[in-house]
Structures are given as structure tokens and as C-alpha cells.
Antibody, heavy 120, light 114 residues
């Protein structure tokens, strides 16, 4: 069972940039068939896919957030990161990192999630 | 973008009875080149991340009890819990994958004990 752990600030002010990092516990990070993903969940709401990155650096984004998101990967640390610019209260959510298994197109391992609140 | 809908929004079922949740996509999720439907089901309990139950519409993830089953193809899918247990109280989501890489989740179905 691979473990994923998110980290980052829990409170931001409007217009700031959200930066989150997810550390992966095992060497599946370097296996080609997995994609490292960010998903968020607004309070009491459904899940929203933000994007994912392959360890080679290839990225795919949700078009609705693409203009404000960037994903990066640090293979030496087995970690990947999300940056979301110009945050507003609408970006308040629990942010999960997760592993997407490419062959099944499903998220088979998830971090516990981290709550990010945007408030002035 | 493919839009996912689920029905019902919430469901109350007696212990030991069958629970059925439906998921519908706005486009077919069947990929003939792979002979697969790219539809997954998740269970989420309060304060926890989602847990993968089913992928390829009908294949149970390792460790998932066999009372959970998935069916359907194309645009219409169903998650069935054959005999509801107390620990199955949760919100259930379906999720689609399509190309170009695009992923959306359904709005969720809340399952409770009657």
C-alpha cells in the first residue's frame, strides 16, 4: 500500500498563490503506468479533478483550472507539487493527492487530504 | 466535458437489504480499442479520502468485499451492494476517464441505514 502525504499552508488570503506538495512513500513513483494527481473537494460537495503529472514531467490539467494551475515533480524526493494562483474563497476546499493507475484509469491510493481555507 | 449524473441523491436501505446506485454519463465511456468502460466507483466516509471500489465498471479492487458489484456499459452504470452492512454508510461517487485526458466525478449518492 503506497502512502501519500500532502503538506502546505492551511490558510491563504485572496489573490495569493496556493502551493501544496505530496510525498510518495514507495518506488511506484518511478513506474511509467502511474500518474500523480491532485483532486479537491469543496466543503460538503463532490470531487473535482485538478490535474496530474507523470514522473517524466508530462502534465494534464482540468481545462476549467488550467490557466491558474501548474504541476511539478521532484523525482529525487519522490514528490510532486501543485501551484494555484490568484486564489479566491471559491478555492476553499480539501485538497487530495492521489495515484492514478493508468491502465484502469482510476485512483487507487489517496492522501488523507489537507484543508485549504481562503479568507481575508 | 463529459457530465456525470447519479441517482438517487440519497438512499436509505435496511441492514441486509440491497442498495442500488445509478450513474449516467453524457457520452459513452466504452473504448472499443481496449474493450473497456473507463468508469470507477468510490466510497467516501466522513473525514476520510475516497476509497476505490470498482474500476472498468465491474472489476472489484483488491480487498473490496464481494457484496459490492458494478455493472453497465456505454453511458449507464450501476453500483450494487447486495447485503447492506452498517459500515457501508458513506457517500458513493462514480468517476469517468476520457480522452484527451479528462476526468470528472459524479455528484455523489449518500447511503444511510433505514
Amino acid at each position: 500500500q503506497v502512502l501519500l502525504q500532502e503538506s502546505g499552508p492551511g490558510l491563504l488570503k485572496p489573490s495569493q498563490t496556493l502551493s501544496l506538495t505530496c510525498v510518495v512513500s514507495d518506488d511506484s513513483f518511478h513506474i511509467g503506468g502511474f500518474y500523480w494527481s491532485w483532486i479537491r473537494q469543496h466543503p460538503g460537495k463532490a470531487l473535482e479533478w485538478i490535474g496530474y503529472i507523470h514522473y517524466t514531467g508530462t502534465t494534464y490539467h482540468n481545462p476549467s483550472l488550467q490557466s491558474r494551475t501548474s504541476l511539478s515533480v521532484d523525482t529525487s524526493k519522490k514528490q510532486f507539487s501543485l501551484r494555484l494562483t490568484s486564489v479566491t474563497a471559491a478555492d476553499t476546499a480539501v485538497y487530495f493527492c492521489a495515484r492514478l493507475r493508468g491502465v484502469t484509469a482510476s485512483f487507487d491510493n489517496w492522501g488523507q487530504g489537507t484543508l485549504v481555507t481562503v479568507s481575508s | 466535458e463529459i457530465v456525470m449524473t447519479q441517482s438517487p441523491d440519497s438512499l436509505a436501505v435496511s441492514l441486509g437489504e440491497r442498495a442500488t446506485i445509478n450513474c449516467k454519463s453524457s457520452q459513452s465511456l466504452f473504448y472499443s480499442s481496449k474493450n473497456k468502460n473507463y468508469l470507477a466507483w468510490y466510497q467516501q466516509k466522513p473525514g476520510q479520502p475516497p476509497r476505490l471500489l470498482i474500476y472498468w465498471a465491474s472489476t472489484r479492487q483488491s480487498g473490496v468485499p464481494d457484496r459490492f458489484s458494478g455493472s453497465g456499459s456505454g453511458t449507464d452504470f450501476t453500483l450494487t451492494i447486495s447485503s447492506l452492512q452498517a459500515e457501508d454508510v458513506a457517500v458513493y461517487y462514480c468517476q469517468q476517464y476520457s480522452t484527451p485526458p479528462s476526468i470528472t466525478f459524479g455528484p455523489g449518492t449518500r447511503l444511510e441505514i433505514k
